[in-house]
């Protein structure tokens, strides 16, 4: 489902444009992920408890979000912010 590439010998990896000649030096290999989609064909989730959990979850996050319930919710992320207008906006998405 996965697989490994070598990012010097593969085309797409050698056409991608550096920003500086230290892009990259520290990576050794480069795992190609499936897409959302595959996962969620080959992980299907319907009817179990992880399902029943991410449902709740949601739930008591809206309640927490619309003053319902009095807990702290406390959100991490994204892990670093170098455009403080897009921090702002994803803050404002996270109340939408």
């Known amino acids: 489902m996965t697989a490994t ?12 444009e550096k920003t500086s000649q230290t892009d990259d030096e520290r990576i050794k290999d480069i795992t190609v992920l499936p897409p959302p989609e595959h996962l969620i064909r080959f992980f299907p989730i319907g009817g179990t408890p992880v399902e029943t959990l991410i449902t709740q979850t949601r739930k008591n996050i809206h309640n927490i979000m619309a003053g319902k319930d009095d807990r702290l919710l406390v959100v991490i992320g994204p892990c670093s912010i170098h455009d403080p207008a897009a921090a702002v906006e994803y803050a404002r998405r996270l109340m939408a």
């Open 5 to 16: 590439t070598n990012p010097t010998s593969d085309a797409w990896y050698r056409s991608v």
